[in-house]
């Protein structure tokens, strides 16, 4: 069962923020919120976590609602390079695992 | 730090063939994972380990096999290879603990024909 839904696709301007829309509405209180990204095949690259709180790091930033079942990932300057495939995930606090949906894939023009 | 090194990074096999890839990581993490990834689809768990010695399956576990005799090596063994095995297959990595982010290694393509 998909514990998260995202877009299928989006586009993006380069150098405007990339708003990444995340649904979530079975979250547990003990699950945390994962994005990960992929790049032409490469191996997924994590790019931020979070559990109630906004998190930001020098990647990008995470807007969980109040209600915790949706997210938004944000990339504040988008570049053609964050063209890729972007995965939210949802992991149980005694879960080691990722489970992996179909993602969003990001497109950044120029 | 290499991070997760896998080899080779592609491999044709016959149909009926075995091979074993090969995945190394010099993080010194406990957890270690084997994915798989089909075409156009999302990354889909085939085995997992806590630790040397315990391993365990995961979503597709079936035509395939695993050991961890130390830290840092999880080779994932093809016995008998089909065409449905035609895939990217990506290792990874991470601490203890689900705040631990996973590493990922860039992978191995691998046809079966």
């Known amino acids: 069962d998909a514990k998260t839904t995202q877009p299928p696709s989006m586009d993006c301007a380069e150098g405007r923020a990339a708003n990444l829309p995340c649904n979530h509405s079975t979250i547990s209180g003990n699950e945390y919120v994962y994005w990960y990204r992929q790049i032409h095949s490469q191996g997924p690259q994590y790019i931020i976590h979070?559990?109630?709180n906004n998190e930001t790091n020098e990647m990008a930033s995470l807007i969980i609602t109040e209600d915790r079942k949706s997210s938004t990932l944000i990339l504040p300057h988008a570049t053609l390079r964050d063209t890729a495939v972007y995965y939210c995930i949802v992991r149980a606090y005694n879960d080691y695992k990722l489970s992996f949906g179909a993602g969003t894939t990001v497109t950044v023009r120029a | 730090n290499a991070g997760v090194t896998q080899t080779p990074k592609f491999r044709i096999l016959k149909i009926g063939q075995s091979m074993t890839l090969q995945c190394a990581q010099d993080m010194n993490h406990n957890y270690m994972y084997w994915y798989r990834q089909d075409p156009g689809m999302g990354l889909k768990l085939i085995y997992y380990?806590?630790?040397?010695?315990?391993?365990d399956k995961g979503e597709v576990p079936n035509g395939y096999n695993v050991s961890r005799s130390t830290t840092e090596d999880f080779p994932l063994r093809l016995e008998l290879a089909a065409p449905s095995q035609t895939s990217v297959y990506f290792c990874?990595?991470?601490?203890?603990?689900?705040?631990?982010?996973?590493?990922f290694g860039n992978g191995t393509r691998l046809t079966v024909t």
């Open positions: 979070g559990l109630k």
């Open positions: 990874a990595s991470s601490t203890t603990g689900v705040d631990s982010p996973l590493h």
């Open positions: 380990s806590v630790g040397a010695g315990i391993t």
